[in-house]
């Protein structure tokens, strides 16, 4: 007899957790599935949020699209601003900035990949530093904006970009969209876990009584993790020896003059402090190592270094760097801060929930529940974490002239053993060793190993069948061409107010 593909499918998904991570999955599930699927979502208000996450990457808006968010909309609801990359300041010694940014450097030409053209064209004496070859770096520079457009060839389709938003309102505007195809939103304290006798999750127990069943549960409470580690076990790998930074201190304060379309991370004594401009207040952080510095004396920092008034208390977060290697056991699926956390310095948590989500939607299981789609699952996870994480080791390791106890442990660690292959073939050949999966791709690990001060000795021999006058011209010429246009394209806030039919502010 054929089977009845309907008779095994999932009917009843369970969120526990309304934080961005809650929230996105609501609206991500709700409107891929189109209520074929109920969806419960159970959070608590006397818990709340983490409350932080305002920087993102451009891998939003494959999100924002398959939610169906109106760009527009989505800017005026969440007093988004754009974001072309991170400042990084005083990271590879005090006083020494730079960019990264999103998007490619150079210009699409066949062959070998443009930085190695760019690293000959250097040999053959061509003075030109790599930010000259970014124009997203150029426009940052210049509080400038524009969006990637045109053909190959225009240097506009090198930029690329993402977004600065209040995370509480971006939940906000998800929950609207999750519940409008049919999402439930359940108030109330998780009080106990119903487990089948084979170890799955049957329901859960609000302190008000309420069971609410389902055939596969979405963790999303956060940093307590309470139905993956809590119920099913999941350990944690912990990162903190090669990411040492456990506090954060986060506190708003007004805006002052124009928006910039950059996140700003400043190096401090024990850490570094994050500036996020939105349409209406600045977000500020000082993220650091309780080992270093006490909570009193981080918050004093972040206040005098803030440039406008506090809107607020400073607020304290406490957290581990590290992984779950096994974020899918059973019926249970973590997703956000449940699953691990890496510290924003490049913005990727937003980024893990969605790409999260990415995988649950292709794996997504029958009641049958095959455990192969879990270990698929945790494979790509682990991969994913596993790329950032050195990516984000890079920028702390590759510090010179800090003196301070902390920037002098993360200088003398002992690295990750794919980190210190990824340098060595950077400085050796130029080459960047990148995994297909990962998130951080050339022009990243580009910007940041070139910033940090590590130098390629060589490049692509493939760039030798160049000729060595014309290459330096072309890589001139596109230096040329970013410096032209960006002072033709709209200052930050008069794009932003475009879209927004408003005023900035
Ligand atoms: C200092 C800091 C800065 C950050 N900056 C960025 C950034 O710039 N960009 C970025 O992408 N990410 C950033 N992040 C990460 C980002 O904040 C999170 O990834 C994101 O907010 C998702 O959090 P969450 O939804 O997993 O958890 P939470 O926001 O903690 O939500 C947990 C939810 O679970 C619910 N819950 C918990 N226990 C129970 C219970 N017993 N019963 C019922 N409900 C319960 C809570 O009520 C809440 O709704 C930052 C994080 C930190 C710590």
Known sequence: MPINANDRRIRRVVILGGGTAGWMTAAALSASFERRIAITLLESEEIGTVGVGEATIPTIHWFNELVGLDEAEFLRATKATFKLGIEFVGWRRPGHRYFHPFGQYGAALPGVAFHH????????????ALADLSLATRLAAENRFAKPQGEARSILSTLGYAYHFDAALYARHLRGHAEARGATRVEGKLARVERHEGGRIAALHTERGERIAG????DCSGFRALLIGGEMGAGFEDWSHWLPCDRAVAVPSARVGETTPYTRSTVRPAGWQWRIPLQHRTGNGYVYCSRYLSDDEAAATLLAN????????????????????????????????????????????IHLIQSGIAKLLTLFPDADLDPALAERFNTLFSADMDGIKDFLILHYHANAGHEEPLWRAVRDMPLPETLVAREAQYRRSGRLILGPEELFRDASWLAVLNGQGLEAEDY??????????????????????????????PRHDEALAAILGHPVG
């Open 117 to 128: 053209r760019w690293l000959k064209a250097r040999r053959d004496g061509l003075d030109v």
């Open 306 to 349: 803030l440039d406008g008034e506090a809107l607020a208390e400073p607020r304290h977060l406490r957290f581990v760097a590290g992984t779950r290697r096994t974020p899918w056991v059973g019926n249970v699926v973590a997703i956000g801060l449940s699953s691990g956390f890496l510290e924003p310095l490049e913005s990727t948590s």
């Open 460 to 489: 692509n021999p493939l760039a030798d069948a160049l000729d060595p006058a014309t290459n330096v011209a072309q890589v001139r010429q596109v230096a040329e061409v970013v410096a032209r246009a960006a002072p033709t394209l």
């Open 215 to 218: 055939e596969l549960f979405v």
